[in-house]
Every structure is written in structure tokens, then in C-alpha cells.
């Protein structure tokens, strides 16, 4: 089996906004036996300013990449945006010579050098990949059977498969396999792979809302208990904006949106608090009823 | 709700010689566009497109086709071009393997260039150039972190950021 041992990279909009995914996920690692190693220096993923500069993108992901090359660990992220960058930039600097270079050149002057030697994974990859569905299944003491639920994995999970390509983004599985685990049953809905709207939020705002609102439409419609993620910038769309969508639109969703973390720790026998439950926006009282 | 009030880039009523027959060239230059040439406009990036539903100006295939003729101005000082989420759903859809998204990225990454920045990536790149991240995360968090028993935030070497951002030449995106 391979080594639970991963270079934790957190980003940035977890600690900015969404700590209860960071606190379910340490913990639930924990239980999987996944051991985490911080990395006190790293920075941005890049992705934010991909779209203004690509090579400023490449060059903060390449420091990143530098600093699990120190530590001699793959890198695992919870979000996957930063999953899909870091990802990214391993591929084409340990594939393209004469960019290899040019970024090199640049790291030198800031004492690094990108050497190639270690992987990326979104925590789904790493849990299908290095964990296994045996390992999560045996974690499970309190199966989530009355539970029925909806998933959105996040563009960035699976796309562009030039870099990603460890499961089909048009008909993703893996998300709904680990959802299963837990005992829950995992509802399709017709949009599933659809983008949640969050990277265009601050240039358009209405553009971005109008897109959650009609997933969380037809997540509704096919009769899911609760919505769950495995990325913090979706996770502030369905949950935080919930609210300013159903205000917006005049309408009710009322879906709690709990990260695949905290769905597999409840499963776990893990009390909410533990997992950070009521930081959610959304009230999951119903929900958690509903699993007692 | 209203109509997003992007400006919309189009290719009706042009004038040929306003034509910029090098600007594709430019494009194409740049890592992951040179697939622009391979376009033959069936718009399937467009149907694909997520945004394109909620939108009365954002089209990729639009955008695709106003830089093969050349039409610098229309396409880098077009506010739709900022409507991309970068979700791929275009680039990995397309029958001819062009990298859409990428394309797409080239063209905003040419609008910087030229000295169209929307606001938010000042910010963005700003508080990475201070802080190495993307938002200034507030002293509240870092305690709370404290009070939740996390491990203290990383505290990235600016200095070495600073440096790479200039290197890459990001320093302009920055505020002043």
C-alpha cells in the first residue's frame, strides 16, 4: 500500500473562509491513518491570477511544488483549485524542458529549483488511489443508511483531463463511490458535472448566482437530504450564497451542503462538534435528526 | 434578474482593413493556444459553456473567431472576456482539440498586457505580493484557528514571493 504521508497544502480560501472543512478533514485523516505534514512556507496556488498572468501562476506553484520537493512527500490539497494548478504545473515543468528552465531560472534567485520528484492529489484521487475504498469502509461504524444525497465534485476536480484524467468528468464516479461508503445513498441529478459559478462571483455576480441557483433546482427536485463537496469555493457558493440566492430569487432550497469530510466522520460516529457542523451556514438540524 | 451588461464582442459591420492579421500569430505564441488555428467554429464550446446560458454576451466561439480575423480592440477590451469560470467543460468538449480555455486565457492574460485589468486581480495579486495569500486573512482567523487547536497558518517568505511575482513580470497587476 502506498505511504499515508502527504504535505498538507491548504491554500487560501479554506483558512480564509471555510475552517470546517480543514477541522473535519484532519480529523477523519486521522482516523484513515493519513498523516499530514505542514507546510509553514507555502504560498497561493497561483490559480487566482492565472487569468491575468499565467506565468506569475506558474511561477507561485512552482514554489509550492519546491517546497514538498524539500520535504520528500506528494502533496495532497482539500480544495480543487488547488489540486487541478499544482497539478498542472508539475506536468508541464517535468515535461517541457525549455519551460523547466525559464522557471528554474527564476526560482534560483530565491534559492530553489524544480527537481520533479514528487505527485499531486485532490483528497478524493488520494482516497480512491492510496487509501482505498476497504480501508474507508472498514473506518464506518455508524452507516448514514436513511440518508439520501447529491454530490458536486467542482470542475477543477476532474478538469482539464489533460492534467487531471483520473476519472471521466462527464460522468464523474469516485465522489459518489466514496459517498456510498458511508452508507448513504448518492442521487444523480442532471447537472452534476455543471460549474458552481464561483470563479466569475467578483466580475459578474448574477451570471455566478444564477448558476448555483439552478443546480441547487434540480438538486432539490430529485429529492437529496443535502449537498456534498469537496471544494471550499464551491462550498461557499451552495452554502454561504444560499441565502442570497434563495433572497434574490424568492425561493427556498434550505439544503444543507456538508464537505465529504464531515459526511464520512458523522458516518465514522463522529459527533457534529468534532466536525465543525455548526459552522455550516445552512441549518443541517433537520439532517442530523434525520441520522440519530 | 438583468441581463449581464458585458460589452459584447462581434464580428458584424467590420471593416477589413481594421484587421490585424498578425494578432492570431500573437495568440499562438502562447503556451496552450496554438490549437486556436485548428477552430473551425462548430460551437460546441459555446452549447458547452456554462456561463453562455446566463449570459447575453459572453460566447467562446465568438471570441475564438474575433481573434482568428484579428480584431485586437473588440477582442482585449471586451468585458465578456472576463466571464470565463475556467471550468474546461470547452477544452475538453472540443472535436478539434482546441484548448478553448487556454485560448481564452491567453487572450485575458493579452488585455493585462494591453491595460485591461478588472479590479479584483490587482487585489488578488496585491495581497498575494504582501502576504502569499490570495486574500489578507484577518487576525480573527488566526486566532480562532488557535481556539480550534489548528496548527498555526504557513507563514510564507514575501520577500521571495515579491521577487518571483516581479520576476514574471506581475509587478504591474499590483495596486499602487
Known amino acids: 500500500m502506498a505511504q499515508l504521508k502527504y504535505a498538507f497544502f491548504l491554500g487560501c480560501t479554506i483558512p480564509y473562509r471555510v475552517g470546517s472543512y480543514e477541522v473535519s478533514a484532519r480529523k477523519v485523516f486521522d482516523k484513515l491513518g493519513i498523516e499530514l505534514v505542514e507546510m509553514p512556507d507555502a504560498n497561493c496556488c497561483g490559480l487566482p491570477v492565472d487569468p491575468a498572468n499565467h506565468e506569475m501562476m506558474l511561477a507561485l506553484s512552482a514554489r509550492n511544488l519546491c517546497l514538498a520537493e524539500q520535504l520528500g512527500l506528494n502533496i495532497i490539497t482539500l480544495c480543487t483549485g488547488c489540486a487541478t494548478t499544482l497539478r498542472k504545473t508539475n506536468k508541464l515543468l517535468k515535461t517541457d524542458k525549455k519551460m523547466k528552465d525559464e522557471i528554474n531560472g527564476w526560482l534560483k534567485q530565491i534559492g530553489m529549483e524544480f527537481k520533479g520528484t514528487i505527485e499531486v492529489k485532490h483528497m478524493v484521487q488520494a482516497l480512491k488511489e492510496d487509501v482505498g475504498f476497504e480501508r474507508i469502509k472498514n473506518t464506518v461504524q455508524r452507516p448514514l443508511t436513511s440518508l439520501s444525497v447529491a454530490e458536486h465534485g467542482g470542475c477543477h476536480l476532474l478538469r482539464p483531463v489533460k492534467y487531471m484524467g483520473w476519472d471521466n468528468p462527464e460522468e464523474p464516479q469516485t465522489l459518489k463511490d466514496l459517498i456510498e461508503l458511508t452508507g448513504a445513498t448518492c442521487l444523480d441529478y442532471w447537472d452534476e458535472a455543471e460549474c458552481c459559478g464561483y470563479t466569475v462571483i467578483a466580475i459578474d455576480e448574477k451570471v455566478a448566482l444564477q448558476l448555483t441557483r439552478e443546480k441547487l433546482n434540480h438538486i432539490k427536485g430529485v429529492g437529496a437530504q443535502a449537498l456534498i463537496t469537496v471544494c471550499p469555493s464551491c462550498h461557499l457558493m451552495f452554502d454561504v450564497n444560499q441565502s442570497r440566492i434563495e433572497r434574490a430569487f424568492n425561493e427556498t432550497f434550505k439544503l444543507p451542503v456538508l464537505h465529504y469530510t464531515q459526511l464520512l466522520g458523522l458516518a465514522m460516529g463522529m459527533n457534529p462538534d468534532e466536525l465543525a457542523i455548526k459552522e455550516l451556514r445552512v441549518d443541517p438540524t433537520q439532517l442530523l435528526q434525520a441520522i440519530q | ?176
Not at chain 2, 505580493?129 to 488557535?146: L, Q, S
Not at chain 2, 480550534?148 to 510564507?156: H, T
Request: positive net charge; aromatic residues 6%.
Open chain 2, 1 to 176: 434578474m438583468a441581463q449581464t451588461t458585458a460589452t459584447e464582442p462581434t464580428a458584424k459591420n467590420v471593416q477589413p482593413s481594421r484587421l490585424d492579421p498578425t494578432f492570431k500569430n500573437e495568440v499562438m505564441r502562447e503556451h496552450d493556444a496554438e490549437t486556436l488555428k485548428t477552430c473551425f467554429q462548430c460551437g460546441t464550446c459555446t452549447s458547452s459553456c456554462p456561463t453562455a446560458r446566463f449570459s447575453s454576451s459572453y460566447r467562446p466561439r465568438t471570441v475564438l473567431r474575433i481573434a482568428q480575423l484579428g480584431l485586437r480592440e473588440k477582442v482585449l477590451q471586451s468585458t465578456a472576456l472576463w466571464l470565463c469560470t475556467a471550468c474546461f467543460t470547452c477544452t475538453d468538449r472540443c472535436p478539434q482539440g482546441v484548448e478553448v480555455a487556454s485560448v481564452l486565457r491567453v487572450l485575458r492574460n493579452l488585455a493585462v498586457k494591453s491595460g485591461e485589468v478588472p479590479l479584483i486581480y490587482r487585489e488578488l495579486a496585491s495581497s498575494i505580493n504582501d502576504t502569499g495569500y490570495a486574500y489578507r486573512i484577518p487576525d480573527i482567523r488566526h486566532k480562532k484557528r488557535e481556539e480550534m487547536g489548528l496548527p498555526a497558518l504557513p507563514k510564507p517568505k514575501t520577500a521571495d514571493i515579491a521577487k518571483l511575482i516581479e520576476l514574471s513580470n506581475g509587478s504591474k497587476l499590483l495596486k499602487r
